[in-house]
């Protein structure tokens, strides 16, 4: 050992440990118990069957539709053939299976419970039952219908199928009081079913399911139905008035008045002629018939001009009945024309005022064929001498054309004309024209080529309500209406073509700015226009006073291709800018105008443009803009909303 230190052991200090001794540490597994496994076997059974079920109810639901989606369609191609027995045959078949759709769809209601589920089962609900009850309306729709099903020229056996022509239509109309309860039935299930859509959201679904669209679809269609059930329910005082209003029980009297809408003028043409019409239980007969000009020879009094007269026409410096039509609105010019004709010494009174213009008698020869009147044959057919149909050449002939005879004794040419069109169609099987006219009819209401103004205020306003009068309409949204006048510029609208572009920006901060360019190009050459020649002056510098109206507050910044100083004010309830061009045969023109819109846009938010056509226009061509984008392009045929998505 060494001195002052002792030896240290050190495998004796030392002490390994066995591992076996460590303790081991065990992952111990969790054990649910028997009670919760037995709870998860029964919520995924119940699962199970529920989706099983639900799948069996949902084939059985698919099944339905199917069928039921093949009889709405033959019910739909009945109602295109127009033959209303077999419409009504095929809609009580819809009825049937339509019902068991719906039961079929009533044994999934157990959806309705369920949280997302439930809102779309709802709306399947809602829509089913509109269906339901659309389909109730137009079985009584048809029950209305069927007694007139000959006049109407529907397929199917009328109740008025014997006599003359005339005598049916007087039946006819002395039954209508029958009708008017079934329209109030009508009305009450049309409420219906618009309550029923109103509650079905379309934001709830996707925007496109592939490439179809869902949501804009849906918008589309309750948006129509809303429309047509507006129009209906408020067209309802017109169908309630119908009998009195064809002269029952007392006869009527209406004043027709005719505007050439070669010569526009602002609600449709210039007035060049009139006839006096009685109808008695349906029955029409013409009671006079006149020139224009010889209605104004026999006014007591001379009227002022009014200043836009002074203006723009052509060495006019007093008011005549044939100039009375210069406001847009249709009724407004009325109530100015009746308070001329007051002064016209023995003038029958009469219980409306109803426009047409050469439109009409057009679509009329299409498909009655020629006319005869005063030993001409008029007819639709195409007039090389100013391709345009040949009864409007001949009509301006008759007008216009100077000639050695005494025009008297043809002065009476449009009432005898109308009245000849009237015999023609009413002196045939009613199967032969009746249902193409019946259609026509109501297509030049809708395009403004027919215009009312009836004192009856519930027929009027049932007019109005179906947009038959003409007038210019309050409008909450954006609003444009182009109007155009042509003072003195021959018959050259016969040959002028307009279009308009559209195109609204938007900036930042939601003010909306239009750029409105209005196109006016005439092809055509001159026509001889010297009186000593004698030439039917048709084509010629086209004169036009025109005015654009917009949403009331909108502030013009600029206005390009006015020959005279512009104008800006106030009327009917909108901003009207104002101006004046000519356009020369094989020329054009062109109006630019530039305006701040009062309302700002917001983003997300889609802005409807109603755009209202003027009378007496024909095929005006528009084309929309939205931030630079085309939005849409469309002959103006009628009246039009586009919405504008911003």
């Given at each position: 050992m060494t001195d002052g230190f002792s030896k240290i052991n050190v495998q004796e200090n030392l002490k390994?440990?066995?591992?076996k001794d460590q303790p081991v540490l065990v992952e111990k597994k969790m054990k649910l118990p028997k009670k919760y496994l037995g709870l998860l076997a029964?919520?995924?059974?119940?699962?199970?069957?529920?989706?099983?079920?639900?799948?069996?109810?949902?084939?059985?639901?698919y099944y339905s539709l199917n069928v039921t989606k093949a009889t709405a369609q033959a019910a739909a191609s009945a109602a295109k053939t127009q033959n209303i027995e077999l419409a009504k045959g095929e809609l009580a078949?819809?009825?049937?299976?339509?019902?068991?759709?719906?039961?079929?769809y009533d044994k999934l209601s157990y959806l309705k419970f369920i949280?997302?589920?439930?809102?779309?089962?709802?709306?399947?609900?809602?829509?089913?039952?509109?269906?339901?009850?659309?389909?109730?309306?137009?079985?009584?729709?048809?029950?209305a219908l069927l007694p007139y099903a000959d006049l109407l020229g529907l397929k199917g056996e009328g109740t008025f199928v014997g006599g003359s022509a005339d005598q049916r239509i007087q039946t006819a109309v002395k039954t209508l009081d029958k009708v008017t309860p079934k329209i109030k039935d009508i009305s009450i299930k049309v409420e219906s079913i618009k309550n029923d859509l109103d509650t079905i959201d379309p934001n709830r679904y996707p925007e496109k399911v592939g490439n179809t669209a869902i949501r804009e679809r849906l918008v589309s269609l309750k948006n129509i139905f809303d429309e047509s059930a507006n129009l209906f329910i408020n067209a309802r005082p017109l169908m309630e008035e119908l009998p009195q209003v064809l002269g029952t029980p007392e006869a009527r009297r209406y004043l027709i008045l005719f505007q050439n809408d070669k010569?526009?003028?602002?609600?449709?043409?210039?007035?060049?002629?009139?006839?006096?019409?009685?109808?008695?239980?349906g029955k029409l007969t013409v009671e006079k018939a006149d020139d224009i000009y010889k209605l104004d020879e026999a006014k007591s009094k001379k009227f002022p001009a009014p200043p836009e007269i002074l203006t723009y026409h052509k060495g006019v410096y007093t008011l005549e009945l044939r100039d009375t039509n210069y406001t847009p609105d249709f009724p407004k010019s009325m109530k100015r024309f009746e308070e001329l004709l007051q002064s016209v010494n023995g003038f029958p009174a009469f219980d409306g005022i109803v426009a047409i213009d050469t439109h009409v008698l057009v679509e009329a020869m299409k498909i009655l064929g020629s006319i005869p009147a005063y030993g001409t044959n008029f007819t639709a057919d195409n007039d090389k001498r100013c391709d345009c149909p040949n009864v409007i050449y001949e009509l301006e002939l008759y007008a216009d054309k100077p000639v050695a005879y005494e025009k008297g004794s043809r002065k009476d040419i449009i009432g005898v004309l109308l009245y000849q069109i009237l015999q023609k169609a009413l002196g045939v099987s009613p199967s032969q024209y009746w249902g193409r006219l019946f259609q026509m009819t109501l297509s030049e209401m809708e395009q403004?080529?027919?215009?009312f103004a009836l004192k009856n205020p519930k027929a009027q306003e049932g007019i109005e309500a179906m947009n038959f009068a003409g007038q210019i309409k309050n409008y909450s949204g954006n609003y444009l209406h182009v109007n155009d006048v042509n003072f003195a510029g021959a018959k050259s609208d016969m040959f002028v073509k307009r279009s308009a572009k559209y195109d609204l920006v938007v900036d930042g901060n939601g003010k909306g700015t239009v750029t409105l360019t209005l196109d006016y190009k005439n092809p055509a050459p001159p026509s001889d226009c010297g009186l000593e020649s004698g030439g039917l002056c048709l084509n010629g510098l086209l004169r036009d006073w025109v005015r654009i109206y917009v949403p009331?507050?909108?502030?013009?910044?600029?206005?390009?291709?006015?020959e005279k100083d512009v104008k800006t004010y106030d009327d009917l309830d909108k901003t009207v800018f104002e101006g004046f061009l000519t356009v020369k045969p094989q020329g054009a023109s062109q109006a630019i105008v530039?305006?701040?819109?009062?309302?700002?846009?917001?983003?997300?938010?889609?802005?409807?443009?109603l755009i209202q056509k003027q009378p007496g226009t024909d095929n005006n061509v528009y084309e929309i803009y939205l931030n630079g984008r085309k939005i849409d392009s469309f002959e103006l045929t009628r009246d039009r909303e586009v919405s504008l998505k911003y």
């Open positions: 390994v440990e066995d591992p029964i919520i995924f059974t119940v699962f199970a069957v529920f989706i099983g079920i639900t799948a069996i109810l949902a084939r059985d639901l078949k819809l009825q049937k299976d339509w019902k068991v759709t719906q039961d079929k949280p997302f589920l439930g809102n779309y089962w709802s709306d399947g609900y809602h829509g089913l039952r509109a269906g339901a009850t659309g389909i109730e309306a137009g079985l009584i729709a048809i029950d010569e526009l003028r602002s609600t449709g043409g210039f007035i060049t002629g009139y006839a006096l019409f009685k109808v008695e239980q403004k080529h027919i215009l009331k507050g909108s502030k013009l910044l600029d206005f390009k291709g006015s530039r305006f701040d819109l009062p309302k700002k846009f917001e983003k997300g938010k889609s802005y409807p443009l």
